[in-house]
């Protein structure tokens, strides 16, 4: 067993009267963390905590075998891509990592190829390098907070949402390059309140709601009590009333939802296990072209009930 990267015992964090973090102890060990849980759930915290930002009001944290808090060798060994941004908007992306890089200590010889080094990493295309970060999209402009992290060669990734705002194809881009860097030795560790984003990227998962932690290891051990449960899927298909019609005959359904005019069919299944052997026969039966399903199983709501018994 891999000694942990970030050890938490008994940390509290209080803002005032509101508790932030509540008496949570856990270990995270090496390779992808994802760190999921709702707004208010206590991510940016606990994130703030391991980056140095902000002091436990008690317990201990430490981060690769050092406590964060005011201790600039630990702090100089992580990487960190905030939610929110401040990009400057005048400047271009190659400026603007130049001029980090020299601000955190970066030989000026070496800033600018390292800076493009880390653009062409996080596959900003070169064509968009002249272009002022004010004009950026939010997916580019995710990159270059990207890029900014990784410019010295972190030994822990901190990602905090760093999906937000991205389409289908950049989420799929982003997580290659988390999953290339992890293979370099990169440890990460990535938050979202989307499960389903984290779920394919990370190998271990932790799950934070009001402060405390839910469940923490191996994606697959807190999705294995989850097979026994009602699925909900969310189907686009050319006849939704047509196909919850066949699904109710057929005694498949436990309630449903159709938008005709959206071509949506959202519904809950009575027997997922002998559902899902006969779901390819009924959607031939059926004669529909399905274009897109979605499991409402992968939502964090449904696993959030599983984990507090709820």
Not at 124 to 129: G, I, K, N, Q, T
Not at 135 to 140: A, C, E, L, P, T
């Amino acid at each position: 067993m891999s000694a942990p990267i970030i050890e938490a015992r008994q940390v509290s964090r209080w803002y005032g009267l509101v508790m932030g973090l509540n008496h949570i102890s856990f270990d995270i060990l090496p390779g992808i963390t994802g760190l999921v849980g709702p707004n208010g759930a206590g991510k940016s915290t606990l994130i703030q905590i391991i980056t140095g930002q902000l002091k436990p009001s008690s317990g201990m944290l430490t981060v690769l075998g050092h406590t964060p808090w005011n201790h600039p060798p630990t702090l100089a060994r992580l990487g960190y891509c905030p939610e929110k941004e401040a990009l400057p908007e005048h400047l271009r992306p190659l400026e603007w990592l130049t001029g980090l890089g020299l601000l955190s200590g970066l030989p000026r010889q070496q800033v600018g190829p390292i800076a493009s080094a880390s653009l062409a990493k996080v596959r900003l295309r070169e064509a968009d390098w002249g272009k002022r970060l004010g004009q950026f999209s939010k997916g580019m402009r995710q990159r270059v907070k990207l890029a900014q992290a990784i410019m010295h060669q972190p030994d822990l990734l901190v990602l905090d949402e760093p999906m937000n705002g991205l389409d289908p194809m950049g989420r799929q881009e982003i997580a290659t390059i988390l999953k290339e860097l992890a293979a370099q030795g990169v440890h990460i560790l990535i938050s979202s309140h989307i499960l389903a984003e984290l779920e394919p990227l990370c190998r271990n998962i932790m799950i934070l709601n009001w402060g405390r932690v839910m469940a923490t290891g191996a994606r697959q051990h807190i999705r294995s009590g989850l097979t026994d449960w009602p699925e909900q899927l969310t189907v686009l298909c050319e006849d939704p009333e047509g196909l919850a019609a066949l699904l109710f005959e057929g005694g498949y359904l436990l309630g449903f939802d159709a938008h005709q005019e959206e071509g949506r069919l959202t519904f809950r299944i009575k027997n997922p296990q002998g559902f899902f052997p006969q779901w390819a026969s009924l959607v031939r039966e059926s004669g529909q072209a399905i274009h897109e399903i979605r499991s409402g199983n992968r939502s964090l709501q449904t696993l959030f009930n599983k984990v507090t018994h709820s």
